[in-house]
C-alpha cells in the first residue's frame, strides 16, 4: 500500500508537539519528571553550542546537540520539518489565519537571511555575548508558550470552574467546588505576544518565512545538510507542470532544473506526493537531483561577521552590562554574572516551573545582553525555601542543580530598610509584618531613639524576598532586596562559603535580647 509521506510527517509534527507541550506543562512543583522538560533544548544544537561557546565552557547536553547534526548529515533537514515545534506551531498558526489565501511564491529570495543571523551570533558569542536566543526556535518558542499560552489557558480553566461551580456544589464534587486555579502572572506578556504576533505576520509574506529566512538553527542545520545520503530523484516522466514548486513551504525547488536547494529542504515529501507524474523519489541511492550552495556570498559574510563583532564588543562594554542595576536579583545557584548572561538560554523553563513566580523574565535593564534572561521579582513572591527546581530544569546549567541545604546557603542578597517609606520609622505605625514572615528571623526589633523600630541582621538574612513580598505599603515596597552580598559561584560549596563569609542561616531561633548585639550587626 503506498503511504502517503507527507502525511506521515504530519502525524509526526502533532506528535512531537505535544511532547514539547506536555515537557512544558509537567515544569512544576514539585519538578519529578520522567523526561527532562528541556528535552527539546538539550536537542538544539545552537542554543546549547552558543551557550558553551559563551561561557567558555563545556554543557553536559551539548552531545544531544550532536545527535541533531548527525541525523542532519544522513537525512537533511528533518529536524525543521518533522520534529521542531516552532515549525508546527506556524504551520497551524498559518492554517488558522491564511487558510483561505493561496499559496503564494515569494518575490524575493531572502535566503540568505538566515545565513547572515547564524554568522552574526556566533561572532558576538566568540567576543563573549549571546544573542541567539532572540530567534533561535526552541527557547523562543518555548517562551512564547510559557509566558503567553499558559497563562491563557490557565486563566480559561479559572472561568470554567468558577461558572460551573453552582453545578459542582449541587453534584456535591467537592474537589471541583473548591478548585482554586490562580494564573500566573509574568512580566515582558505584551512583548512576547508581539513577537510571536510578528513570526505568523511575517507568513502573511511567504509560507513559513519565519523559517525560510530568519531562523538561525535551520541555517545550522542547511549547512550541515547540503550533501545528506537521503536525496531527491527526478525522472524522465516530469511534465515540467511546477507543481512542487508551489507546493514547497520553504521554496527549496529550484525551478526548471526541479532541483532541490538542499540546505533549504526539510523532507516535507510535499513535491513527491503531489507529483501528478509521480516523477520524484526520495531514496539514498544514486546521484539526486540538488543544488548545495548557500546563497550568501563573501561580502555578505564579512558584513555580519563585522556586524556581530561590533555588537559584542558594544554589549561587553555597554554602561547597562557593567553597571549592574542594584534591583536585579538573580535565582538561587545563578553563576557568577558574566557566566550566567553568557550561557542563559532565555528558554523561560525556570519561570514555569517556579511555585510562586518569582522567577520573571528580564527587561532591558542591561541592554541587549541581558534581554529575557531570568530574574527575581521579589515585589510579586518570595523564594519559596523548599523549592530547588529551577536549577533542574536549566539545561546549560547557568544555574546550579543544588541540595535544600546548599540553596539556603546560595544567599540571593540583603535585604535593607527604606525609612521614609516604612510605615513604622516614617509613620510611627505599628507593624511586624516583615519580622514575623521572615523564615531566618533576620529581622527584630530594636529601640532606636526611644523608638522599638525594625532593624536588619544581614549575617541572618538569606535574600529570600518574603519580607518585600509581605510589606503592606502600597506600590514599591519599604523592605527590598538588593545584590549586595550575594554568594555566586562556579562551582564549589555554597555553605562552606557562606560560613567563611560570617553567614549564619543555622538557626532560626529569634534572639531573646537583639539590644546586647553589636551595632555593626545591624543594618
Not at 37 to 52: K, Q, Y
Not at 75 to 102: N, S
Not at 379 to 408: I, M, N, Y
Not at 478 to 497: D, N, T, W
Request: with cysteine; net charge positive; hydrophobic share 40%.
Amino acid at each position: 500500500m503506498y503511504i502517503l509521506m507527507s502525511k506521515v510527517r504530519r502525524a509526526s509534527q502533532v506528535v512531537f508537539l505535544l511532547l514539547f507541550v506536555f515537557l512544558l506543562f509537567q515544569a512544576r512543583f514539585p519538578y519529578q519528571a520522567r523526561l527532562p522538560s528541556d528535552l527539546f533544548v538539550r536537542f538544539d544544537p545552537l542554543a546549547l553550542g552558543l551557550a558553551a561557546l559563551t561561557g567558555r565552557a563545556v554543557i553536559d547536553w551539548l552531545w544531544m546537540g550532536g545527535i541533531t547534526l548527525v541525523l542532519t548529515i544522513v537525512m537533511g533537514r528533518v529536524f525543521c520539518g518533522w520534529f521542531c515545534p516552532m515549525g508546527t506551531t506556524i504551520d497551524l498558526a498559518e492554517m488558522a489565519v491564511y487558510r483561505k489565501r493561496k499559496p503564494r511564491k515569494q518575490e524575493k529570495n531572502l535566503q540568505w537571511l538566515k545565513y547572515y543571523v547564524l554568522v552574526l551570533v556566533l561572532v558576538s558569542a566568540l567576543v563573549g555575548i549571546n544573542l541567539a536566543h532572540y530567534l533561535d526556535p526552541i527557547p523562543l518558542l518555548t517562551r512564547i508558550y510559557t509566558i503567553v499560552f499558559y497563562p491563557v489557558l490557565v486563566s480559561g480553566a479559572d472561568l470554567v470552574v468558577k461558572g460551573f461551580r453552582p453545578v459542582f456544589e449541587k453534584l456535591d464534587i467537592q474537589s471541583l467546588e473548591y478548585l482554586q486555579l490562580e494564573p500566573p502572572i509574568f512580566r515582558q506578556i505584551y512583548l512576547t505576544l508581539g513577537i510571536f504576533a510578528g513570526v505568523i505576520g511575517l507568513s502573511a509574506i511567504a509560507p513559513r518565512f519565519f523559517c525560510r529566512n530568519l531562523c538561525p538553527l535551520g541555517a545550522l542545520l542547511g549547512i550541515f545538510s547540503r550533501f545528506p545520503l537521503l536525496g531527491k530523484h527526478v525522472s524522465s516522466a516530469c511534465t515540467n507542470c511546477a507543481v512542487c514548486e508551489k507546493v514547497c513551504p520553504t521554496g527549496a525547488v529550484e525551478g526548471v532544473t526541479w532541483k532541490d536547494r538542499e540546505p533549504e529542504c526539510m523532507k516535507c515529501y510535499l513535491c513527491e506526493d503531489r507529483c501528478p507524474a509521480d516523477a520524484i523519489k526520495y531514496s539514498f541511492s544514486g546521484k539526486p537531483a540538488r543544488e548545495t550552495g548557500i546563497g550568501l556570498g563573501r561580502r555578505k559574510f564579512l558584513t555580519a561577521g563585522a556586524l556581530g563583532l561590533g555588537l559584542g564588543l558594544v554589549g561587553r562594554q555597554s554602561a547597562e552590562t557593567i553597571i549592574r542595576p542594584n534591583s536585579l536579583i538573580r535565582p538561587p545557584g545563578a553563576l557568577p554574572e558574566p557566566e550566567f548572561l553568557a550561557r542563559c538560554t532565555r528558554c523561560g523553563e525556570c519561570v514555569k516551573v517556579c511555585p510562586t513566580r518569582v522567577i520573571q523574565l528580564q527587561g532591558l535593564e542591561q541592554g541587549l545582553a541581558g534581554f529575557f534572561a531570568a530574574k527575581m521579582e521579589m515585589r510579586l513572591a518570595g523564594c519559596e525555601q523548599q523549592c530547588r527546581d529551577c536549577g533542574k530544569v536549566c539545561p546549560t546549567h547557568a544555574l546550579r542543580e543544588l541540595s535544600l541545604e546548599e540553596k539556603k546557603y546560595a544567599k540571593l542578597g540583603t535585604a535593607a530598610i527604606d525609612q521614609s517609606r516604612c510605615l513604622v520609622y516614617a509613620w510611627g505605625k505599628q507593624c511586624l509584618i516583615c519580622d514575623e514572615i521572615c523564615p531566618y528571623n533576620a529581622i527584630v526589633f530594636k529601640t532606636v531613639a526611644g523608638k522599638r523600630v525594625p532593624v536588619i541582621i544581614p549575617s541572618r538574612c538569606n535574600g529570600c524576598g518574603w519580607c518585600e513580598k509581605a510589606c503592606p505599603v502600597i506600590g514599591e515596597s519599604a523592605i527590598k532586596v538588593a545584590p549586595h552580598g550575594e554568594i555566586r559561584l562556579r562551582s564549589g560549596s555554597y555553605k562552606e562559603e557562606a560560613i567563611a563569609n560570617g553567614i549564619d542561616l543555622a538557626s532560626t531561633d529569634s534572639l531573646d535580647n537583639p539590644e546586647d548585639l553589636p551595632q555593626n550587626e545591624f543594618q
